[in-house]
């Protein structure tokens, strides 16, 4: 079974702050994919990133694959109130399913 | 164009019971993906259709969980009978192939008492 791990598991942050999620694991993915999460709903893709040190931007979001494919970072430059929700990565095998991450949950305070 | 919608949003059963749930995908996607998340632990695949084929479903956890897809337009899930490890929130996702992003619904919370 892969397992992604998610560090920090919880982040409580000021408005403006950076901050950084890991995505960690041992095994190799063909891709890997964050997504976010708004209570009650289902996750949202952020992006997906393919190739080993891919580094993709989303606005403020900025996201990196490991050179081995094995691992993930988000990093939000200036976190507003409006990026608080639940973080999740998720790597794919090439078998067409998902393995998620144990998620990290974001709260910026304004 | 409509999202993925799941029906119940909400189910609270008794142990022992059956319980339905509904995927409808948005239209014209063949790939329909069945996820789940049980309490404190993470997402996991439950199973994969292609239209009305079963393309994986290594993820289910036992024979008390069928799932089918006929016509290869909506899905549903049935658990039966319903323990309490099964609680949990049930999302369904669709893609319209392969390698594509997956679209997920907003999920149904079951309740297994």
């Known amino acids: 079974t892969q397992l992604l791990e998610q560090s920090p598991q919880f982040l409580s942050i000021q408005e403006g702050e950076n901050l950084t999620v890991y995505c960690n694991s041992s095994?190799?993915?063909?891709?890997l994919q964050w997504y976010r999460q708004e209570p009650g709903e289902g996750p949202v893709l952020l992006v997906t990133?393919?190739?080993?040190?891919e580094v993709k931007k989303l606005k403020r979001l900025t996201f990196q694959f490991g050179d081995a494919r094995k691992d993930s970072s988000l990093h939000i430059t200036a976190a507003q109130p409006g990026d608080t929700g639940l973080y999740l990565c998720?790597?794919?095998?090439?078998?067409?399913?998902?393995?998620f991450g144990t998620g990290t949950r974001l709260t910026v305070i304004p | 164009e409509a999202g993925v919608t799941q029906f119940p949003s909400h189910s609270v059963i008794e142990k022992g019971q059956t319980v339905t749930l509904r995927c409808d995908p948005i239209?014209?996607?063949?790939?329909l993906y069945w996820y789940r998340r049980v309490m404190g632990k993470e997402i996991k695949f439950l199973l994969h259709?292609?239209?009305?084929?079963?393309?994986?479903e290594s993820g289910m956890p036992n024979n008390r969980f069928l799932a089918e897809r006929t016509g290869g337009t909506y899905s549903t899930l049935k658990v039966q009978p319903a323990e309490l490890e099964d609680s949990g929130v049930y999302f369904c996702?669709?893609?319209?192939?392969?390698?594509?992003?997956?679209?997920f619904g907003n999920g149904t919370r079951l309740t297994v008492t």
């Open positions: 259709f292609v239209k009305e084929s079963k393309q994986d």
């Open positions: 095994s190799v993915f063909s891709s």
């Open positions: 239209s014209g996607h063949d790939n």
């Open positions: 990133v393919v190739t080993g040190g």
């Open positions: 998720a790597g794919e095998t090439g078998a067409n399913n998902l393995f």
């Open positions: 996702a669709s893609s319209p192939f392969r390698g594509s992003p997956l679209h």
